[in-house]
């Protein structure tokens, strides 16, 4: 710019007094710009096709809005616990996922779909030439650009479209509100609420529902209305098997017995080591074994994956997710892999039917465990 152009700009007390409109004019000017069409969508205002376009606009954004809100009703209420096929709630259960995936697709997708169109019928078509310059912007820059800024949401016509700005603001809104609940969603259970129980974090389904009722331990055959339970005698020298808790109550209650092989706590690693083998126990729980028969939780305590491989002749177990390793001969202690803590052991016994039953349930979390664990 020439200094005979620098002469003419206004001072700043002029460009506090300027309107919009003025301002417009300079910063185009300042900025080299030339616009060469500017087309306006509607240069007649209020027409039915102008409402018409603005309700479907509108339609979408509230599209999002409702599909947002269903996605946080199920999300929070649908019934997510693990249903049998074949049983009472299973359909339902089926369709948690699916849900909640197209409730949330459904509000991105109400989101794009309407801020597009909006982009293409109320945002005035521009077609402008502009030059290219080096340095910084002086306040003289700064003022016209937001002038600019200002008068481009003007010209949009977003200013005077409520039905649009109240349908995209709820769409967004409750498009927000998913997303924090997204993540809390999974912090909604309180570790502290009836810790008895054995839905409870700190319990496992090996827990007595009552004092005295025995918990035995049963193989899963494929049938989950089959009750196969083990004796000592089933199981060789060397041998490993996978063991899920069985009650009398239970028996002939399918639903219950499939929940049993179902629920993620349940699986337990029955081992029974060699009579020559030497093992170290862990302190405190010197008899928690019943001879050479070892129980210990099958979910490793890294990020909970199954410990399902099993070497007799390391007595290593080994979680194929991360490669933790656990020596069996040493109260299952991690010797290998990210995993820091020791497998849960479970407390046997043989009842005086020859039974292998749970003494008690665990005595400390399983698995990566959660906030409140001691160990």
Wanted: charged share 25%; glycine share 8%; aromatic share 10%.
């Amino acid at each position: 710019m020439s200094g005979d152009e620098q002469e003419k700009l206004p001072t700043e007390a002029e460009l506090d007094s300027m309107t919009r409109d003025e301002l417009v004019t300079l910063g185009t000017k300042l900025d080299g710009v030339e616009l060469i069409s500017y087309e306006d969508p509607w240069p007649v205002k209020g027409t039915k096709a102008e409402k018409r376009a603005e309700r479907q606009v509108a339609y979408w954004f509230l599209l999002a809005a409702v599909a947002g809100i269903a996605f946080i009703v199920a999300f929070i209420a649908w019934p997510s616990e693990y249903k049998a096929p074949d049983t009472d709630g299973y359909f339902l259960y089926s369709l948690y996922t699916p849900v909640i995936g197209v409730t949330l697709g459904l509000t991105v997708l109400g989101l794009g779909v309407g801020a597009l169109a909006y982009t293409k019928k109320f945002i005035p078509h521009e077609l402008a030439v502009q030059d290219r310059h080096d340095g910084g912007s002086a306040k003289i820059d700064q003022e016209t650009v937001l002038a600019e800024l200002a008068d481009a949401g003007n010209r949009s016509t977003i200013t005077r479209r409520s039905l649009v700005k109240r349908s995209a603001g709820a769409a967004a809104g409750v498009m927000g509100l998913g997303l924090v609940v997204l993540p809390l969603g999974g912090m909604l259970k309180n570790p502290f609420a009836d810790t008895n129980s054995k839905d409870s974090l700190w319990h496992t389904g090996w827990q007595p529902s009552f004092p005295g009722e025995k918990v035995y331990l049963r193989r899963n055959t494929g049938d989950a209305s089959e009750v196969v339970l083990i004796r000592p005698e089933d199981l060789d020298a060397g041998g490993f098997e996978t063991v899920f808790p069985f009650r009398e109550s239970e028996r002939g209650n399918e639903e219950a017995l499939s929940a049993a092989l179902h629920r993620a706590d349940n699986p337990v690693m029955l081992l029974r080591l060699r009579p020559d083998q030497n093992v170290v126990k862990r302190a405190g729980q010197e008899n928690f074994n019943f001879g050479d028969f070892y129980a210990y939780s099958k979910i490793c305590t890294h990020l909970g994956c199954p410990t399902s491989l099993y070497e007799q002749q390391t007595g290593r177990l080994l979680c194929p997710c991360h490669q933790s390793q656990f020596n069996v001969f040493e109260y299952a202690k991690p010797v290998f892999g990210p995993a820091a803590r020791a497998l849960p052991q479970l407390p046997l016994a043989v009842d005086e039917s020859g039974y292998l039953i749970a003494r008690s349930d665990f005595i400390e979390p399983i698995g990566p465990a959660f906030w409140e664990r001691d160990s």
